[in-house]
């Protein structure tokens, strides 16, 4: 069969952009490597879609509808490798229909006049720029998009983001002009100082990076034809960091170099802008993050798998080295700090769980519910290893331990400061009487209030023992420190134990002198030798 392409391309022309007739015969191209049958088919549809002039999106439509017939057609031939080829090459020509054009649209068709378009979408690793398929919907608007990799370097942040309505105003009043794009992004990464800011980081960047060093940018930037981010500071900023810090490596660089993003096409309206903004900042995302709990045990389950390939118990340097491999495999960074934290409470939690299901015979999963409910609390139950800390002492009396446990359960702790207190309770007959009495009791106000109560008693009998213990401790101090040899100053005692002595003793004469001023009496410091 013989194509009429000059009929077809006349036909083509009322379309109202000339890019599209010319791409016209590219599209008949790629349908002749198939069969004249499809270059009829795909005529056909050029046809119905021409008899009268059609905006630039009702073209882009039609050029939608050719490219998958095309796409169509090649895969009943069975040959998956043409039909590929043909694939990548139809998605190209569109994603460049759409994203090549310029200058304002037709009056009359409710479309904004543009002035500059900025290409920002390329090539990479093989992947070209395509379109969003199915368009994607914001606030309730189906808006095109078109996808692909773009440089992070090339992405300039968006000064109108009310995120740093705040921020700007500071840096306007102070400088007496907008940000330029580096000063922006100094911002962001809380590097530019402004007044009442406090957090060293606000905007949680180094968080957010560490999550895209290990997994990629997980949601496409959303960026104007202009090139305008209009979604997407926080991981523009996050990419940024990445590149510019000594915390990753190479690997972790590439994949924050390009990022996958999604642009507008040259159709979008004032509206779809709108709609994107509000549907990514004001709707809520419904997305509801991992309990402390979960999180903490699939990172204690990693450790004891770490551990059970060792062939004997790893020493400190070597765990060390274990804890910064794990934190950086959950993006928590090269500070171990939170993997530490996560593997005490969960050795905590657990106990608990053991003593709950296999002492009390309570249901296992109801057990689980109160250890995810009342995790944090575990954290409170692991700090104070040494003598005269919480775990120390609850480590020390295993029935003391199963109170709290069961004070737990029966939530029957107001809030987890009193965990605290708890210290104070230990080798304390009468306090530990009181917590038991709480555990019977079957009001749980009321043994809240006991709780409350018998912590509060032992926290200020503390106090008070100091207090009156002061002038025995100083004056077994004052006599030790006198019969120390001078020698012991220069080869036993540290340096930076001295120190502290010297700044203990300075503000002791600090407290006196406000002492004998209160009292009208001279500041000399007089000594009894």
Not at 183 to 199: F, K, R, Y
Request: hydrophobic share 35%.
């Amino acid at each position: 069969m013989k194509s009429n392409d000059s009929n077809i391309l006349k036909g083509a022309t009322v379309m109202k952009n000339d890019y599209f007739s010319a791409a016209f015969g590219e599209v008949l191209q790629i349908a002749r490597r198939i069969s004249n049958d499809v270059v009829a088919e795909v005529e056909a549809i050029f046809k119905k879609g021409i008899e009268s002039p059609l905006t630039e999106e009702e073209s882009n439509d039609l050029f939608r509808q050719v490219a998958l017939t095309i796409r169509k057609r090649a895969q009943e031939r069975g040959d998956n490798e043409t039909a590929r080829a043909i694939g990548e090459d139809i998605d190209k020509l569109i994603a460049k229909i759409v994203t090549k054009r310029e200058g304002p649209t037709n009056a009359g068709t409710g479309r904004m006049s543009r002035q500059h378009t900025t290409h920002l979408i390329e090539n990479y690793n093989g992947i070209t720029p395509t379109h969003v398929i199915p368009r994607p919907w914001f606030h309730g608007k189906e808006i095109p998009m078109i996808s692909g990799y773009i440089k992070t370097a090339d992405i300039q942040l968006w000064d109108n983001n009310v995120r740093l309505d705040i921020h700007l105003g500071q840096f306007r009043e102070k400088y007496g002009r907008k940000p330029t794009p580096q000063e922006l992004l100094d911002i962001m990464m809380s590097n530019l100082q402004l007044p009442g800011v406090t957090d060293d980081d606000q905007f949680k960047i180094v968080e957010l990076a560490r999550s895209i060093a290990n997994n990629g940018v997980k949601t496409p930037p959303i960026i104007d034809i202009d090139g305008t981010l209009l979604d997407g500071n926080r991981r523009i900023t996050a990419c940024n960091y990445i590149l510019n810090s000594d915390e990753f490596d190479a690997r972790q660089k590439k994949r924050a170099e390009y990022i996958f993003a999604w642009q507008l096409t040259p159709d979008a309206t004032d509206e779809d802008r709108r709609s994107v903004v509000v549907s990514l900042n004001f709707e809520p995302a419904h997305k509801q993050d991992w309990p402390t709990y979960v999180k903490a045990q699939k990172v204690y389950e990693d450790w004891q798998a770490m551990l059970a390939l060792q062939l004997r118990k790893p020493g400190p340097p070597l765990q060390a080295q274990m804890k910064k491999e794990l934190s950086l495999k959950y993006a928590l960074g090269p500070d171990t700090a939170v993997v530490n934290r996560y593997i005490k409470m969960v050795e905590w939690a657990s106990e608990f769980e053991d003593y709950q299901i296999e002492e009390k015979k309570k249901d296992k999963y109801t057990v689980h519910h109160k250890a995810s409910e009342y995790f944090d609390y575990f954290e409170e139950l692991s700090k104070g290893t040494k003598p005269g800390g919480v775990a120390f002492c609850l480590n020390q009396d295993e029935s003391f331990k199963k109170i709290v446990f069961d004070l737990l359960f029966e939530d029957k702790f107001k809030n987890w400061n009193l965990i605290r207190d708890l210290k104070y309770i230990y080798n304390n007959n009468e306090y530990l009487d009181e917590l038991r009495k709480a555990r019977g009791e079957q009001d749980t106000d009321k043994a809240q209030d006991i709780v409350e109560g018998v912590c509060a008693r032992a926290r200020a009998d503390r106090a008070e023992r100091k207090i009156v213990g002061a002038n025995t401790r100083i004056e077994t101090f004052i006599k030790w420190l006198e019969e120390l040899p001078v020698k012991a100053f220069r080869d036993e005692i540290s340096e930076i134990n001295l120190q502290k002595l010297l700044d203990a003793l300075m503000l002791v004469n600090k407290y006196y002198e406000g002492i004998l001023k209160e009292k009208g009496q001279t500041t000399d410091v007089k000594t009894t030798s």
